[in-house]
């Protein structure tokens, strides 16, 4: 099976343009009143809490998903909130088996109480996706959360492209990357930050005077490191392109591009990106060097500058150099 590509989507009539350009499945954010009521226009069910990353009645709700049931293209809703209070587990239950019955695909969640309510409703035809904020970093984490309910797990971002295909292939349970814009500088499911700047700086991206306090009287160099790499990151240019067709061949199920709240044009640009890398780069899969090089120099293409490490998804294949990994 040929791995999908999952594009945001926040508008229905975004759908056509990201299906012509590759996209296979869809996810959007929607806030339903009562969770609104009770925490306001910051705490968001789904990690976006701006205007423009979530769909603001049914009614456009449903025009999404008719728009891709008529091309028999899955929409799926975030509500990956975590943690949930538990009060609002049972309203939130309720909400899926409305979102169920308006025919969305499935929810993606990231709280485990949330996703044990779920599995008791035994839904049919309908998926739960456990998100990366589960951080599954290994196929007994992913193998866990299937008995909990989970249809699909979305890795933790931090795995290489062998520990990632290494985990597709040891079960049976899809298992999904994030790899294209946004990628996060800190473990996502140890992050309480709050993405709810409408103008999308997030924390992790501000700069920060550090001074070291620990034991020994200088920064350890692996921790210098660390920070060298991530200072200076932006999101917007962040990517795995060069891993595409390792994962897909690895077994990978599907490939997730970061950005609801974003323009449809940077949509549009990494769906593209990445389905080329999908479909033109399959014969490399075998050839991690063939990969980088492709990779790269898409890349350029796309962004019209060289890729750096900071913005590597996937820093086996040694991003700003252009010599083989």
Not at 11 to 27: C, I, K, Q, S, T
Not at 109 to 124: G, I
Not at 158 to 168: G, I, K, P, Y
Request: glycine letters at 8%; aromatic letters at 8%; charged letters at 25%.
């Amino acid at each position: 099976m040929t791995m999908r590509i999952l594009s945001p989507i926040d508008r229905a009539d975004e759908l056509p343009v990201l299906a012509a350009a590759g996209a296979d499945e869809f996810y959007a954010g929607y806030v339903p009143p009562f969770w609104a009521e009770a925490f306001g226009p910051v705490v968001s069910c789904n990690r976006r809490s701006f205007d423009a990353a979530n769909l603001s009645t049914t009614d456009e709700l449903d025009a999404l998903v008719l728009a891709g049931n008529l091309r028999g293209l899955p929409v799926y809703i975030a509500l990956n909130a975590t943690p949930i209070p538990d009060s609002m587990i049972p309203r939130l239950v309720d909400f899926v088996v409305e979102l169920s019955l308006r025919e969305v695909r499935g929810v993606i969640v990231s709280d485990l109480a949330l996703l044990l309510a779920l599995k008791e409703r035994r839904f049919r035809r309908f998926e739960m996706h456990a998100s990366t904020l589960f951080s599954a970093f290994n196929g007994a984490t992913v193998a866990f959360l299937a008995r909990q309910g989970a249809a699909r797990v979305v890795l933790a971002r931090e795995l290489s492209v062998a520990e990632a295909t290494r985990v597709a292939s040891s079960g049976r349970t899809p298992v999904e990357v994030i790899g294209m814009r946004g990628r996060c500088p800190n473990i996502e499911g140890f992050c309480s930050h709050l993405h709810d700047d409408p103008n999308r700086t997030w924390p992790c991206e501000l700069h920060y005077e550090k001074t070291w306090e620990g034991v020994s009287l200088e920064m350890p160099p692996m921790v210098a490191k660390a920070l060298d790499r991530n200072e200076g990151a932006d999101r917007y240019y962040s990517c795995g392109l060069c891993a595409v067709p390792m994962l897909a061949v690895g077994g990978v199920h599907a490939f997730k591009i970061v950005g609801r709240g974003a323009e449809t044009s940077r949509k549009v640009s990494a769906v593209e990106g990445v389905r080329r890398m999908r479909d033109e780069g399959i014969g490399d899969a075998g050839s991690p060097s063939a990969c980088a090089r492709r990779g790269k120099a898409l890349y350029r293409e796309m962004f019209g500058r060289p890729c750096s490490p900071e913005n590597c998804y996937f820093p086996e294949f040694r991003p700003g150099e252009d010599d083989r990994p």
